[in-house]
């Protein structure tokens, strides 16, 4: 079985600063996906950065970062330089290809 | 691209009426589509997954009879929610996946917000 668990139900940090989400997974699989997606007040689930199991280096879109721990089975998000558009709540996901499972979520706070 | 649409966006309906939910892929064939609830602040529940031309597979304490998924086409899924109660009232947000993407990818829809009077 695939769990997600993500321990920071809400968070929240100053414009421009920066802030860690955490994020940390279980599954008997070697071959997944990890996922952060932001669920901003429309609802509308949008994608922020994607990470291969297989691919060691940790993705990069723009100011979002992850800190992918394999081993650890740790899968961060870092936001830099923080931006008002950013409170939202995010989920971590996992899928093995046939469904996703998401953590309870992290609601994020930017103050201005 | 990968595109999905959801049909109506917000849906108000009185108690034991039934509603439909369209969900569309706009620009790509849909093999498979979710259909997710999610309470306020809470995450999303998997309720089922149906591929086109078959019968859905339904997320155990999910009622089939209740909750009916037709994915006919390669472009659309449909969620009924037969004789809706006020507990039904929620928001529900399919995801589709198609041939054409990476079998880890799924692309969500706007979601609809129900509300049963």
């Known amino acids: 079985a695939q769990t997600v668990t993500q321990s920071q139900p809400e968070m929240s940090v100053q414009e421009a600063e920066t802030v860690t989400l955490s994020c940390t997974y279980d599954t008997s699989e070697s071959d997944y996906y990890l996922f952060w997606y932001k669920q901003p007040p429309s609802r509308q689930m949008i994608l922020v950065i994607r990470q291969e199991a297989y691919k060691q280096q940790n993705a990069t879109e723009n100011r979002f970062s992850v800190n992918f721990q394999k081993a650890a089975k740790s899968f961060s998000l870092k936001i830099s330089d923080s931006q008002l558009g950013d409170a939202a709540m995010y989920f971590c996901?996992?899928?093995?290809?046939?469904?996703?499972?998401f953590g309870t979520g992290t609601s994020l706070t930017v103050i201005p | 691209g990968a595109v999905v649409s959801q049909h109506p966006s917000w849906v108000i309906c009185k108690s034991g009426t039934s509603v439909k939910i369209e969900c569309r892929s706009l620009d790509f064939q849909a093999t498979t589509m979710f259909w997710y609830r999610q309470f306020p602040k809470q995450s999303l529940m998997l309720m089922a997954t149906?591929?086109?031309?078959?019968?859905?597979?339904?997320e155990q304490g999910v009622e089939k009879d209740k909750f009916l998924i037709n994915h006919a086409s390669l472009t659309l899924s449909t969620l009924t929610v037969t004789s809706a109660h006020p507990e039904d009232s929620s928001f529900y947000i399919c995801?589709?996946?198609?041939?054409?993407?990476?079998?880890?990818?799924?692309?969500f829809g706007p979601g609809t917000r129900l509300t049963v009077t």
């Open positions: 996901a996992l899928t093995t290809g046939n469904q996703f499972y």
């Open positions: 149906s591929n086109e031309g078959s019968k859905a597979t339904y």
């Open positions: 995801s589709a996946r198609g041939l054409d993407y990476p079998s880890s990818e799924q692309y």
